[in-house]
């Protein structure tokens, strides 16, 4: 917005100038985005406890978790808030993106909403039932998906595979389908990998900060040409938002490091899940996710193993999934996991990256 305001008056004040590079309104929008989770983090931390709204832990969970019980929730409103403020400010309303972005940031984190508000009301941990999730996620990624395939680029059904120069197939009509699992598997893998203090938060501000590097180079022809990655017109924008996530992030860690002052809760995790998917899809590395996110893959996959090992065999592959929990019961201290969790991530986002150049 401040780049469509402020710009054109570049010939009454020439400062106004910067407005037109992607890397100022990236570097401010993740200050942007900081500032408001720093400066309004104390103010919701006691808002939701004079509400009450506290987090209830699963009965079968670790048991050094039961004294987290009552911990502030749903602060995963504060990182929504933080996002869509600064996005608005900082990245270009003449985009698609933008508002693919903001769709996804506030559609998914609609659905995590209901469920810890309902959560908070039954004094449970159930909160909404599986299908009634998924069907709130399969709609809003429904939109996303069919808004991308009407208005995005020609790149937009193809296909890219990392150490690939060309797409592999142009999905077409298909590309909707796609899309709504790509979005629904990532906003629940973000979902499931939230459960020690930090941990998620840590992991999407190192996805957040390779997405803005992936997404300034797809934004530009020249880098995009070297590189031999698809060029996504207005795709710079993207860098805006991920640097947005970031600062966010940042900002929700101070909170959120353990010991937790607040919690984000579904309203957190699966509005962060999705807006880590919509960009995924936006910058064109559907498949590549699978690296740069690879703990939420890791911490899926544990739950998906142990579901299938239990039905088949009547026995437990891990101590308790999803991962994090194995760990935790296996000795190691939270504190311990998420810090190797995030070395796991780190690695993650380097090996991400490096494949911009073995092709």
């Not at 769709?103 to 908070?120: N, P, T």
């Not at 004094?123 to 009634?132: K, L, N, Q, V």
Request: net charge positive.
């Amino acid at each position: 917005m401040l780049k469509a305001l402020l710009f054109p008056l570049v010939r009454v004040f020439t400062p106004f100038n910067v407005f037109q590079y992607i890397t100022f309104r990236a570097a401010y929008a993740a200050v942007t985005s900081l500032l408001i989770a720093f400066l309004l983090g104390p103010w919701m931390i006691g808002l939701l406890r004079r509400l009450r709204f506290g987090e209830e832990i699963r009965n079968d969970g670790p048991k050094s978790h039961h004294a987290k019980s009552g911990t502030p929730t749903m602060g995963g409103v504060l990182i929504i808030t933080s996002v869509v403020v600064s996005g608005v400010l900082w990245m270009d309303p003449g985009t698609v993106y933008t508002w693919v972005a903001m769709l996804a940031v506030l559609g998914f984190g609609s659905i995590g909403l209901i469920d810890d508000l309902r959560k908070i009301r039954r004094h449970d941990s159930s909160g909404i039932r599986g299908w009634g999730k998924i069907v709130g996620q399969v709609l809003v990624g429904s939109v996303i998906a069919v808004v991308l395939y009407l208005f995005g680029t020609e790149a937009t059904t193809q296909l890219y595979l990392p150490f690939v120069k060309n797409p592999v197939i142009d999905m077409g009509i298909f590309y909707v389908p796609f899309a709504v699992l790509l979005l629904v598997a990532t906003s629940n893998a973000v979902n499931l990998t939230d459960g020690l203090d930090g941990l998620a938060t840590g992991l999407v501000l190192m996805v957040a900060l390779t997405f803005a590097v992936l997404a300034y180079l797809a934004g530009r022809v020249d880098f995009a040409e070297y590189l031999q990655i698809p060029y996504i017109p207005g795709g710079g924008e993207l860098a805006v938002l991920s640097l947005a996530l970031a600062g966010a992030c940042v900002g929700f860690l101070w909170f959120n490091g353990h010991p937790a002052e607040i919690m984000m809760g579904d309203t957190g995790s699966l509005s962060l899940g999705g807006v880590v998917g919509a960009l995924a899809l936006m910058v064109k590395k559907e498949i590549l996710l699978i690296i740069v996110g690879g703990v939420f893959v890791l911490e899926a996959v544990s739950v998906i193993i142990q579901v299938i090992g239990f039905k088949a065999t009547g026995r437990r592959i891990f101590r308790m999934a999803p991962l994090h929990h194995h760990f935790e019961l296996a000795g190691w201290s939270e504190s311990k996991v998420v810090l190797r969790f995030w070395i796991l991530g780190g690695m993650f986002a380097i090996i991400a990256l490096s494949t911009l150049k073995i092709r």
